[in-house]
């Protein structure tokens, strides 16, 4: 509760003028006005009402999409239809019909073992990798743990739960089977030791319990699978071994027939033994599936081992045997499958993964009747698929969760709540041509749970940018997601042929497709994306197929840094001498080709060759222009760090730590192509003078790891980078450290650094220098558990205030100088170094002369100032409203109606919420990842200031709209998520909410409106926060039932004489046999019994207001309606039975009556 308090403190507190900050304007910037009236602007703070305060605001996580990462056991409620999946790091994923998910999280983290439904009870348990076992409490939305039990001198290997049955058989790793009651969470004295389960004259111990089940003909009868290969068939009731059987290969899994006389079990040498109880000194069948037959007639030769294997029976055909694993050993190169026979034919159906488990699901719960399987359910290590046994082809079903996330690595994600609501249907339109066609023709089987839409009714997309080019747009609205449309930007650009890597310029040896940056306007539809490669690509929207050729633009962005810096002898030597030092950083690139040992130069080659015959393009987004940077004098380009896009102007412009290019995409040329320093002119506010090489040793040690010695991590407090690539900035290509494993020393930097100015050395270490943060590195274990992070200048140390990125640029109508009256097309630049720079836009007068008139882009002259990288720019009008930027009404470029009208362009200048006259002046709002600053303009006076960080800095600021209000959000390096009131950055909300474990989250993580973020949790999996109150609030009404009442279905009667002869004398009473009043107490230091939050938690959760407790009331009753009803069954089932019997038995003595005792 204390951070509600907190709250309402920080409610009071105004930032305007810290101590300090007043100064903070520097050049240009103006000062700070702590009374609260703004020089030439005269605008009173009062006059602008903020509606939004701390009680606005609540942080919670509501949902988490995509494929469970490190999956490690499965779990299916055959009544409910539910399926739960456990994994490594432990967390629990429960899916039932679309729209149902649900995640949760043991504290421990501890890897999941196994987990078992309480099959329709609404329960779960799961067994851990620390021994302990949990019962989940699945009648609430949120999942919680109503017990939990840490076995202390045992580890837990296998656990068995009988179909409604209230005890737990758990095995161990020594061979012992111990038994737990569910509802009391309470360890039986009944244990089942496993020297008194082997014979006695078996020298040997048996291993661990490998398998548990109790007999489908008799619930008395317990069947003990160990790993050496014996399986011992226990008698409950009396406490000895009814008989056992042996084989010489490992045991790895155990099935039975339904009847109760034979089962079948997995070895590890790729066969398949099947054992009938009336014979167990050995199988009566044995099987090598995949095993070739010898000529000679000697047995088959040993296959892999089979995991697996279900052995499961049908009433009109041949029972189905399905295994993993078991393919020969010859076979080095074939996938990893799974079996299924069917009768004599054998089907192999290979995955793409691993298989971590499968489960076959059938119509029955109850273990003694016909199986009647109907799909397989296959874990695999990056999928789940679902297999449909009632067709011969066996088709596997569509699978409707959005589970291929990644499909390829995300490299970056864009997150829009509330965009414009024709866009859903439209995307899904056009993505819904491109579906594939072979899927079975059955409704999903996972089909459990409810799901309703809730209060929240906006659209969202969510839009997720991949490793191998491809960009995914996602259905996001009422906590769901949905694939929509999938746009493959690599189609653009030539394939590359295998061995043309030296010949051609690329950078980037790993996906050179990557995408690393995106940007879009849902108004108007365009959408860019900037690549790793150094390109950008402007796609347009269009609703028809189109054959065109794709324009391309060369763009060179060169940093001419020498004309500035006259280098002294002993710090920079000439370049042959650099060339000497090139064999050491080889070694530690682990690259080949060096941009020194090409024989030639390059220059004015692009890193990758569009296409330059026509392309056909499907309708959906469609390339209008692909613009690259090219290599300058022997130098790749440098990464792009920003990019925003106009419709209304026809702009792109984009910047990288060499400078700034400016692209009309109307008429396909260049308008600017400038270095930063160029841009200031001669209000450049650095004098920039050569450096001592003594600086720059102390700056090396910031090329470290993020886990690295007590000083460097000190001086990454102190030290804001000027650039960094996790804010899309440059980092210099000498502080790769994660693709060769080593860290530069500070004597291999400064090597590096006489090369001369952000000369890279060596092409391998420069591209994944840009990559490390941005993109997953080489190797599969680095793109997943990628800790490293280097916090580098963004280049060498000797001059890192000469060369500064641009980190944010900004389209807008706006004030570009002091003296101006009127607003007018601006573009806002922010660099690596905290200067702001205002361009001016000259757009021809008429949308006639657009085609024709050139663009002029001019600098202003107007220089503003922050301290740390700047991140994120936004206007308001003089009444406190967000100015949305001019934007083109879409319109489709191929329509076939080309009418005057259509031709016309549509403009919105600015957001119809503001005022028509957007009176005399502006408030600019500009964030830095260290400070926020509020400007008005036209007067360029600094109106308040908020030191957001001084120890760490800012990953990602946005400013977003919230209950019809607008505030800043920002997310820092040490885990702390806050908001500030705008325009006076009093602070909201301050809580230290999520640690940067990962570079991923760091990467991923992106605000939108509505109090909505997200971030990337995993690799594989999306996670969904709000840090909205309202939606805190109304999340329980959004989430879905995990568990509706179902009635169970009825045990199929077996006929009385089936009933007497068939199954056991008498019925088995769990109670009374594993009972403390007959088993006695289990020893204390065995395991320890832990109670859990879920009780009152659970009531808590579920009582969503007076709905909540009807529908509580509603289930209690059905329940025990149904329980009623079972109950009456049961009844008359057993008075059926007796008056059978009674009538036999009077038959019986009837027909013995008269005769003598020797006639019988």
């Known amino acids: 509760m204390k951070k509600f308090n907190f709250r309402k403190v920080l409610d009071g507190l105004t930032a305007s003028s810290p101590g300090g900050s007043a100064g903070g304007g520097g050049a240009g910037g103006g000062s700070a006005h702590p009374g609260g009236t703004a020089g030439a602007a005269g605008t009173p703070r009062e006059e602008i009402q903020e509606t939004l305060t701390s009680d606005y605001f609540q942080i919670c996580k509501t949902v988490r999409h995509g494929f469970p990462y490190l999956p490690t056991a499965l779990a299916f409620d055959p009544v409910q239809k539910i399926l739960a999946i456990g994994t490594r790091t432990g967390a629990i994923r429960i899916l039932g019909r679309p729209g149902v998910d649900c995640y949760c999280q043991h504290e421990s983290g501890a890897a999941v073992l196994q987990l078992q439904f309480l099959i329709n009870e609404g329960a779960l348990v799961s067994a851990c990798a620390d021994d302990t076992l949990h019962l989940w409490n699945l009648r609430q939305k949120r999942p919680a743990i109503l017990h939990s039990l840490k076995f202390n001198r045992e580890r837990i290997t296998y656990c068995h739960l009988p179909f409604q049955s209230k005890w737990l058989y758990v095995g161990t790793e020594r061979g012992n089977t111990h038994i737990v009651n569910i509802e009391s969470f309470i360890l039986s004295g009944y244990v089942i030791m496993w020297n008194k389960a082997i014979e006695l004259s078996t020298k040997t111990h048996p291993g661990p319990v490998v398998h548990l089940s109790d007999s489908p003909r008799d619930e008395g009868k317990l069947l003990i699978g160990y790993e050496n290969g014996t399986v011992v068939f226990w008698d409950l009731r009396s406490k000895r071994a009814d008989l056992r059987a042996y084989y010489d290969e490992a045991i790895h899994s155990v099935a039975w027939h339904h009847e109760g006389k034979q089962f079948m079990c997995s070895h590890s040498d790729g066969s398949l033994t099947l054992w009938n109880l009336k014979s167990p000194n050995r199988p009566f069948q044995t099987t090598i599936p995949h095993g070739k037959i010898q000529r000679d007639g000697k047995k088959p030769e040993s296959c892999k081992p089979i995991l697996k294997v279900e052995y499961k029976t049908c009433k009109n055909s041949e029972p189905f045997v399905i295994f993993s694993g078991g393919l020969s050993y010859d076979k080095a190169c074939r996938r990893p499958s799974l079996t299924i026979m069917h009768g004599k034919a054998i089907t192999v159906l290979e995955m793409d993964h691993p298989i971590v488990d499968f489960l076959t699901l059938c119509e ?55 965009c414009p609501p024709d866009l859903i249907p439209v995307l899904y339109s056009v993505g819904a041509k491109h579906k594939k066609q072979g899927y079975s023709n059955k409704e999903w089987p996972i089909s459990g749970g409810a799901w309703n839409l809730g209060a929240q009714t906006y659209p969202e997309i969510i839009i997720t940018g991949h490793a191998d080019g491809s960009v995914k747009f996602w259905d996001a609205s009422a906590i769901t997601l949905q694939m929509l449309y999938k746009l493959k930007t690599s189609k653009v650009f030539e ?295 280097s916090r580098s200048s963004s280049v060498s140390s000797i001059d890192r205030d000469s060369k500064e990125a641009i980190t944010a640029l900004y389209f807008m109508e706006s004030f570009a100088r002091k003296n101006d009256s009127a607003v007018s097309p601006c573009l806002w630049v922010g660099t690596g170094l905290g200067m702001v720079l205002i361009l001016s836009l000259n757009l021809p007068a008429s949308d006639d002369l657009r085609q024709s008139e050139p ?41 076939a109606d080309d009418g005057e009208k259509t031709r016309k362009r549509k403009l919105v200048m600015h957001s119809p919420s503001s005022s028509q006259d957007m009176g005399d002046h502006q408030f600019a709002v500009i964030c830095s990842e260290k400070q ?73 993580f992106c605000f939108s409106n509505e109090g909505q973020a997200l971030y990337l949790s995993s690799p594989t999996e999306i996670q969904r926060l709000t840090y909205s109150q309202e939606m805190c609030d109304n999340l329980q009404d959004m989430l879905g039932d995990l568990f509706t009442p179902v009635e169970t279905p009825e045990a199929q009667n077996r006929g009385f004489l089936k009933g007497l002869f068939g199954g056991s004398g ?88 008269d005769k003598k005792w020797y006639q019988f």
């Open 364 to 418: 029955t719960p109850y273990p003694n009747e016909f199986q009647e399987p109907y799909a397989v359910v296959v874990l695999l290590e990056k999928d789940l698929i679902v297999v449909d046994l009632t067709q011969s082809n066996f088709p596997i079903f569509e699978n409707p969760y959005p589970i291929d996330i990644h499909e390829s690595p995300v490299t970056c994600t864009e997150y829009f709540a509330d």
């Open 495 to 789: 394939k590359q042929k295998p061995g043309e890597g030296k010949a051609t310029a690329e950078i980037v040896e790993e996906d050179p497709f990557a995408v690393q940056m995106m940007y879009w306007c849902p108004e108007s539809r365009i959408f860019c994306v900037a690549g790793v490669s150094a390109y950008v690509v402007v796609y347009r929207f269009s609703k028809h197929e189109v054959n065109t050729e794709i324009a391309s633009l060369e763009v060179r962005l060169q940093y001419e840094v020498e004309d500035i810096i006259t280098p002294e002898p002993e710090i920079i030597p000439q370049f042959p001498d650099a060339s000497s030092q090139l064999p050491s950083l080889k070694s530690l690139s682990g690259s080949t080709n060096t941009v020194a040992c090409e024989g030639m130069m390059k220059d004015s080659i692009p890193c990758l060759s569009v296409k330059t015959r026509p392309v056909r393009m499907p309708p959906g987004y469609q390339a209008d222009l692909v613009i690259q940077l090219v290599w300058v004098d022997g130098e790749p380009p440098q990464q792009i760090t920003s990019l925003a896009v106009n419709s209304a102007y026809g702009l792109v412009a984009f910047g990288n730590c060499n400078g700034l290019a400016v692209v009309d995409f109307m008429q396909k040329t260049v308008l600017l192509s400038m270095g930063t320093l160029e841009l200031y002119g001669s209000s450049d506010p650095y004098q920039r003078q050569p450096r001592s090489p003594r600086k720059s040793k102390q700056f090396a040690a910031g090329l470290t790891e993020l886990s690295d010695s007590p000083v460097s991590l000190e001086l990454e407090r102190c030290k804001s980078p000027t650039s960094d690539h996790v804010n899309g900035h440059c980092t210099s290509p000498t502080s790769q450290s994660c693709s060769s494993g080593k860290r530069l020393s500070s004597a291999d930097v400064s090597k590096a650094n006489r090369r001369g100015p952000g000369r890279p050395p060596f092409r391998k270490a420069q591209s994944a220098a840009c990559m490390e943060i941005s993109l997953p590195v080489t190797t599969e274990e680095n793109r997943e558990n990628s800790f490293s992070r």
């Open 855 to 895: 663009v002029m882009v001019s600098p202003s002259g107007t220089v503003l100032t922050l301290k740390g990288a700047v991140l994120t720019f936004a206007c308001l009008d003089c009444t406190g409203t967000l100015i949305h930027p001019p934007y083109e009404v879409w319109r489709d470029p191929h329509s």
């Open 932 to 1004: 926020a600053k509020v400007f008005s303009l036209p007067s360029q006076t600094c109106l308040y200031v908020h030191n957001i960080t001084e120890t760490s800095f800012l990953l990602q600021a946005d400013v977003v709209t919230l209950c019809n209000s607008v505030c800043l959000a920002c997310f820092c390096a040490n885990g702390h998520i806050m908001t500030l009131s705008l325009p006076s950055l009093r602070p909201l909300l301050d809580i230290n909410y999520l640690p940067v474990t990962d570079m991923r989250i760091a990467r991923t």
């Open 1066 to 1153: 008498q019925a088995f009473d769990r109670e009374e046999l594993f009972g403390e009043a007959t088993a006695g107490k289990a020893s204390r230091s065995l395991a320890q019994h832990i109670p859990g939050s879920g009780g009152i938690e659970g009531v808590r959760g579920a009582a969503g207001g007076v709905i909540g407790d009807l529908t509580r009331a509603r289930i209690a009753l059905d329940e025990r309606g149904q329980k009623l009803g079972e109950l009456d069954e049961r009844t008359a089932s057993m008075m059926a039975s007796a008056e059978a019997f009674s009538k036999h038995a009077h038959e019986v003595m009837l027909k013995y009556k």
